[in-house]
């Protein structure tokens, strides 16, 4: 019998068990993670550079307090987002791990827990090969989101086993494939903005670097239209985006009429037919365009100013950063991150019905869940 056991060695369940041990060293604490090291995510975040938190997060101050507190120094880009100096995720996970090491936390890696059940008095967690009990138990497995670093949704199964509701799990922050051919503009990169449009009303729009690919678009505006790409109750993955509608706006910056004028001028200084987009816009962009308004000045302008693409569905698990749904919150008390339900039970991080944008919002939530559920379980 153990005092707190940890499931799942990633952001939130580090953090959890550094803050339980150093809250009350008395207990004692175990972290069973299922892949061969803690932290395999944390390595991919950021393109490798790991960001960590954002400065417009509530709680970004507390989170940076613990990072320098295990010897992280951190700097913040123009946009707020947060990294470490040395700008590597190495230097995060390796401080966690060292943390972990220099506490006495116990740790079992390539120990994947099949099943989790509440007994009189504490918890059965049941592996391949063996049973172990705990007082308390933290879920922090993760969600279905880049399921090669261990996150398959375990968490939501032991979840629901014991009673908890699960918010239907969505995969966001990933590419969105359109039904337009867009092979020809595959590689092609612009900055402009994004907009969707839900039965003709705008639900979303941002602006930033869109990245054709052979079957839609990416990029981080992209990756955040996709939190709002659901298919509507009732509908199924084959007509749940016909609703839907993607407009990329090539000239943000200028208002229709007067992207009507320039177009107009260059035309009178010798830009003319083929030529009139070139220099504007990349040549794949710029053919495509002409193809499709067929020389017509009005038409070309429109299509500049909306491009317009058909959502067909988003780039699955594999690809997503992360899960939109997940342990419905009416459950899970937000200042404990223990279950309503079941004493001694608690949930941490990306298991819990919670998605942010792009920019260190959910590693936010799974460093600040980590904490609240740790100092918690150590009381
Ligand atoms: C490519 C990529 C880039 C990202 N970049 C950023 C970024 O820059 N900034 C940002 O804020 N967010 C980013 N995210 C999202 C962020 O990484 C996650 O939201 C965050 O890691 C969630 O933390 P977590 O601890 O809840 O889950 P995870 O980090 O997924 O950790 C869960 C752990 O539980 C283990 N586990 C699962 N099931 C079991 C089981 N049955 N038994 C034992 N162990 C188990 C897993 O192996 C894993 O180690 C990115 C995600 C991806 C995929």
Redesign the pocket.
Known sequence: MTDICI???????MTAAICAKRENPAREVLI????NQ?????L???NG?????NTSCEGSLKVLDFFESIGVLTRTDSAGRIYPYTEEARAVQSALVSQIQLLGIRVDTC????CVEKQRDGFRISLANRELYAKKVLI????K??PA????G??FRFARAMGHKVEKLIPV?TAVEVKEDTERMDGIRAKAAVSLFFHKRKVFTEAGEVQFTRNGISGICVFNLSRYLLIPKGSSLANGFDDYRIEVDFFPEFEIDDLEKLLIKRQGDGFDGERLLQFLVRGPIANRIIELSKGDMKATVKLLKAFPLTPSGVRGWDF???TKGGVCMDEVDDQTCQSRLTDGLFF????LDYD?P?????????WET?MRAGREMAK
Not at 111 to 114: K, L, P, Q, R, S
Not at 140 to 143: H, K, L, N, S, T
Not at 358 to 366: E, F, T
């Open positions: 499931i799942g060695g990633g952001a939130a369940g069973l993670e299922k892949k803690l932290g395999k995510k944390i991919a975040t950021g550079k790991c960001n960590l938190s120990a994947e827990v099949i922090a497995c993760g969600g989101a880049g670093n261990g996150s398959t375990d968490g922050l997503a950063q992360v941490a991080g990306e298991v942010g792009c920019g260190g919002y959910n590693l936010q939530h799974a980590g």
